[in-house]
């Protein structure tokens, strides 16, 4: 069964002074402000596309790794990822960097590796932001 998932951003002004609010509708877990500044400089306790980017981008990775795991007979303990998502103003989003750390009973961290790399390949995030370079760091603890 296919699901839907909105959020919704409200803007006021042009981009540089402008600012907005980006809520999570589906779930209704918040609303986050966003302007230009906390996208190009420093956060100063607001959000950006780039981070939202990033969240989705991790979880997504983490559960296609569990998937992957568990369906190789080695379900992890546990998984940390962090995503890291560099935009250049004037340029875009000029690449990605998913680190894992994983507690894996059983597997090797060559076979640790290899899971990451597939899941990094077949997550659906991942699959919708080919054209960006996506580089990943895995670590077995």
């Given at each position: ?81 962090s995503a890291d998502v560099t935009f250049q ?53």
């Amino acid at each position: 069964m296919a699901t839907t998932r909105t959020a919704t951003t409200q803007w006021k002004g042009a981009l540089i002074d402008g600012s907005g609010t980006v809520s999570l509708d589906t779930s209704g877990v918040g609303t986050f402000e966003v302007t230009w500044a906390s996208r190009s400089q420093e956060a100063g306790g607001k959000t950006s596309p780039e981070e939202l980017i990033a969240a989705a981008h991790s979880s997504c990775f983490s559960m296609a790794l569990s998937h992957g795991l568990a369906g190789a007979g080695t379900p992890p303990e546990s998984l940390e990822t962090s995503a890291d998502v560099t935009f250049q103003p004037g340029e875009g989003i000029t690449g990605i960097v998913l680190t894992v750390k994983g507690r894996v009973p059983g597997i090797s961290a060559e076979q640790f590796a290899e899971a990451a790399e597939t899941a990094k390949a077949n997550c659906p995030v991942s699959k919708a932001l080919t054209g960006t370079l996506i580089t990943l760091n895995a670590e077995l603890l």
